[in-house]
């Protein structure tokens, strides 16, 4: 899951500065750092569901106890301090 949080970070830092060095080279560096960091916001917002969808799914698959019966629930005399 740290993965997924880093990739969000530079992928609106990477839309950020791209958007900047866009704006410099039209004339307005505020604007264009305002759509990128936009456009990364929604890139990066993307493949954060992308995957944790996938992370989610992969997680289900190593479940070996879905659809079976719960294990027996612990008595409390077996219970340590």
Wanted: net charge positive.
């Amino acid at each position: 899951m740290m993965g997924l949080g880093w990739q969000f970070v530079t992928e609106m830092l990477a839309g950020a500065f791209l958007g900047w060095i866009v704006g410099k080279w039209l004339g307005n560096e505020t604007v264009g750092a305002l759509i990128g960091t936009g456009s990364g916001l929604t890139v990066a917002t993307y493949s954060l569901i992308r995957g944790a969808l996938k992370l989610n799914s992969a997680l289900d698959r190593m479940d070996k106890s879905k659809g079976k019966t719960p294990p027996p629930p612990i008595s409390a005399g077996k219970m340590e301090e």
